[in-house]
């Protein structure tokens, strides 16, 4: 029955073109390269090799075959990867709650996070920040970002890690939107949209001004009423950017905004829980997103 080092041996000489090229990368004299791809045709029943011109080119079948070899081979190596983290104490499972505004921000991380630690799975869930600290205090998650509460609450650990500007956006059918300056005396008779949690907490940072308020339990589902027509919303500003772009909302020159305003972003964990190594490197590297 054919090996990996046979199968190491096919994929390498069909990528360097030579059985001598394949020895050399392989650190083994070029015989050995030689039997071992006769043996392995041999224990394949079929030719993976035109051997009659000066530098070898693969058969219809080796072509076939080819991919097949190249898969085993990666999924060895994942294999040994993940061997190797859980040896290492990596975590095998990390659970984040994110506020789903700031998804975008996180992918670079997170694919970075993969290729440090390929033993580790990773459940994202997408959430109202009023929600973050509720899923980290119970252990339904083990990392959040949010955006800063108005209280310090004691049950988790916060980490301030940054701010986000926000813009005051609404529907390009709305009557705000035609309006060269809006004012707050502008905007207390239009609906606004806030945001709060399934607990009922609401989102901090964002004042009350409107007289007629309807809420949403988080930044997608704000977007999706504010395109509707059906008010007005602060969104943070790389969002607000997207619709405009895309025509879907315009934002607003508010006449008390000179600046977006800025919200604080927090990153939270959970106290007196055990955090490991693939844990600690995803808390720090969020230390440094924003």
């Not at 030579?18 to 050399?24: L, Q, T």
């Not at 993976?48 to 190249?70: C, I, M, N, V, Y």
């Not at 390009?172 to 949209?193: N, S, W």
């Not at 704000?222 to 997207?242: C, D, R």
């Amino acid at each position: 029955m054919y090996n990996l080092e046979q199968l190491r041996m096919f994929v390498e000489t069909a990528r360097t073109g030579s059985f001598s090229a394949c020895a050399r990368q392989l650190g083994k004299v070029q015989s050995a390269v030689s039997q071992g791809i006769a043996n392995l045709e041999i224990d394949l029943n079929t030719k993976l090799f035109d051997r009659t011109s000066r530098k070898p080119s693969l058969t219809p079948h080796g072509e076939r075959l080819l991919p097949f070899a190249q898969a085993i081979l990666q999924q060895t190596y994942e294999l040994d990867s993940v061997n190797c983290a859980l040896n290492s104490s990596h975590e095998t499972h990390i659970k984040m709650a994110v506020d789903d505004a700031l998804l975008p921000m996180t992918t670079s991380i997170l694919n970075d996070f993969s290729l440090r630690f390929p033993a580790t799975i990773l459940e994202l869930c997408a959430v109202a920040t009023p929600d973050v600290i509720a899923l980290v205090h119970s252990g339904r998650a083990d990392l959040g970002l949010m955006f800063a509460s108005s209280d310090l609450p004691q049950e988790v650990d916060l980490c301030y890690v940054g701010s986000l500007p926000f813009n005051g956006v609404v529907s390009p059918a709305h009557p705000l939107a035609k309006m060269d300056i809006v004012t707050a005396a502008d905007l207390i008779p239009q609906r606004q949209l806030l945001i709060r949690g399934l607990d009922g907490q609401e989102l901090a940072h964002c004042p009350h001004i409107s007289s007629h308020i309807w809420w949403g339990n988080s930044f997608n589902a704000i977007n999706t009423m504010v395109k509707e027509g059906l008010g007005w919303s602060y969104i943070p500003v790389h969002m607000a950017k997207q619709y405009e772009q895309q025509g879907e909302m315009v934002r607003m020159n508010l006449s008390f905004d000179h600046k977006p305003w800025r919200v604080p972003i927090d990153r939270v964990l959970a106290k007196q829980k055990a955090r490991g190594p693939a844990l600690m490197w995803l808390a720090d590297s969020f230390n440094h997103c924003f």
